[in-house]
């Protein structure tokens, strides 16, 4: 929020409110297999646009006869499986992983210890970022981990978000255990409607390549019935140090500067 005191910091010429690209449809895939599967299928199909397609891809012998058996729930996307060693390096290069949007990869943590999944995953991972480098693909990688300590190995092998599955699910229930109003947030934004958090392109709101104070962007934000919480630098997404480009609840008053890459992060409405 903006106190009534500091909008003379907003540079109103610098915004620029521009409505969102058209959503098209998107090629997703998820490599590894888990009982959370079937779940993230359904969740996928709230969020993605009509006409997707997601290919699950794994060496779980039944897998394409569970996912046959859920087909006909699915309504913005069109589901198949792909059978075979996901930690082979010609098997992933023989599927083209470049053909995808986005890539999300599952621990098999039903069938070995964490430390067993969570290696697998890894090989996976170092295998898709290499393929990726070598044949300038262009696609995002989140991978599931089931050891926190394993946590720096998925960072060196850059995955583009890692989730450690049982302690964020520990952690939210801790939070909602202090407090239990915090119970009606966690569902508005983990539900497929109502209000979400994005990362949307720093161009639909105000100018790049000038400078600007962070009251501008929360101003930008509200013209849009949204409200801006952070930003992410591209040029740092895969620095460490540098928190991978993302600053959340920034200085007000600090000047930036934008690139066209760069992303907004937002609660809103799509």
């Not at 990726?132 to 991978?143: G, H, L, Y």
């Amino acid at each position: 929020t903006i106190h009534n005191s500091a909008r003379d910091k907003i540079s109103p010429d610098l915004i620029r409110i521009n409505k969102p690209s058209r959503l098209t449809s998107e090629k997703n895939a998820i490599i590894g297999w888990n009982w959370r599967v079937t779940s993230i299928v359904k969740e996928l199909d709230n969020y993605v646009p009509p006409g997707s397609e997601l290919v699950i891809i794994s060496d779980k012998k039944d897998g394409e006869l569970i996912i046959k058996e859920e087909s006909d729930a699915f309504r913005n996307q069109t589901v198949r499986f792909i059978f075979g060693d996901t930690t082979d390096r010609r098997f992933l290069e023989k599927i083209n992983p470049g053909q995808f949007d986005h890539i999300v990869i599952l621990c098999y943590s039903d069938d070995l210890d964490p430390q067993k999944a969570d290696a697998k995953t890894l090989v996976t991972l170092l295998h898709l970022r290499d393929i990726a480098e070598k044949s300038r693909f262009r696609f995002s990688i989140v991978s599931e981990m089931m050891d926190v300590r394993n946590r720096n190995l998925a960072e060196i092998a850059r995955a583009d978000d890692f989730i450690i599955s049982n302690k964020l699910i520990s952690q939210v229930i801790s939070q909602i255990s202090e407090n239990k109003f915090l119970n009606q947030i966690f569902q508005e934004l983990f539900s497929p409607v109502g209000w979400e958090i994005y990362l949307k392109p720093v161009s639909d709101y105000v100018l790049s390549g000038k400078e600007m104070n962070f009251y501008t962007v929360i101003e930008a934000g509200r013209q849009k019935n949204e409200c801006v919480i952070g930003y992410r630098i591209m040029t740092y997404a895969n620095d460490s140090s540098k928190g991978y480009g993302i600053k959340i609840n920034p200085d007000k008053d600090k000047v930036l500067t934008f690139n066209e890459s760069d992303r907004l992060i937002v609660i809103g409405k799509e």
